[in-house]
């Protein structure tokens, strides 16, 4: 039986751990996802199986010009990508007070500027990438799942899927995410195949 595989990236927990490893290298998207799809196969002894598509998940701070720039790119170029959908969620900043230990105080402005203290808001990242898993697992969308992240909170619906027949690989980075690594189907680390994504005449 041919196995359906798709793939799951949570973004930012991937790219900051990327820029860590490689000094800030430039990725090449356009290859990601067979990297990912070849590892796999070859990690579990995969013949054959229906690639289904990646799904990333990111997090934009539109109050900052970055944030506009990535917004662009992820919807102008990797959306574009051949098989690549991209779920993008705007952190919406709040008001956040700083409670003084020493005189008991709340400070809700900047003593320096006076401007609100302001926190991200909650990014809603983790919740996209759950809700698609299921729903997608429950549509026969896959039957195996790639997912690209370190982050322990996927543990519990890891092992929810798993008990319900789905496969769940965990493509991660060495010294990390070992609780999530170890509950997953599968699971290999990244670092061997930085130089395969590296993207070519930077």
């Known amino acids: 039986m041919t196995e359906n595989l798709r793939i799951f990236v949570d973004f930012w927990n991937f790219q900051i751990s990327w820029n860590e490893r490689t000094n800030k290298a430039p990725l090449d ?8 799809l070849t590892e796999t196969k070859k990690i579990i002894g995969l013949e054959d199986c229906k690639y289904h598509g990646t799904n990333v998940y990111a997090s934009v701070d539109m109050t900052k010009k970055e944030g506009g720039k990535l917004k662009a790119w992820l919807t102008n170029f990797l959306d574009r990508q ?23 105080n709340e400070i809700t402005n900047c003593p320096s500027c006076q401007k609100p203290i302001l926190r991200s808001g909650e990014k809603g990242v983790d919740a996209a990438i759950l809700t698609d898993m299921f729903s997608l697992a429950w549509a026969g969308a896959y039957s195996i799942a790639v997912l690209v992240s370190s982050d322990a909170d996927y543990v519990p619906a890891v092992e929810n899927l798993q008990n319900k027949g789905f496969k769940i690989v965990n493509a991660t980075w060495r010294n990390l995410g070992h609780q999530l690594a170890k509950r997953c189907w599968a699971s290999f680390e ?3 195949l930085i130089n395969q994504l590296i993207r070519e005449n930077h």
């Open 29 to 36: 998207w356009t290859k990601f996802s067979q990297v990912m």
């Open 82 to 104: 051949p098989g690549i959908n991209t779920d993008i969620r705007e952190r919406r900043p709040r008001p956040k007070s700083v409670h003084c230990k020493s005189c008991g």
């Open 190 to 192: 990244m670092d061997p």
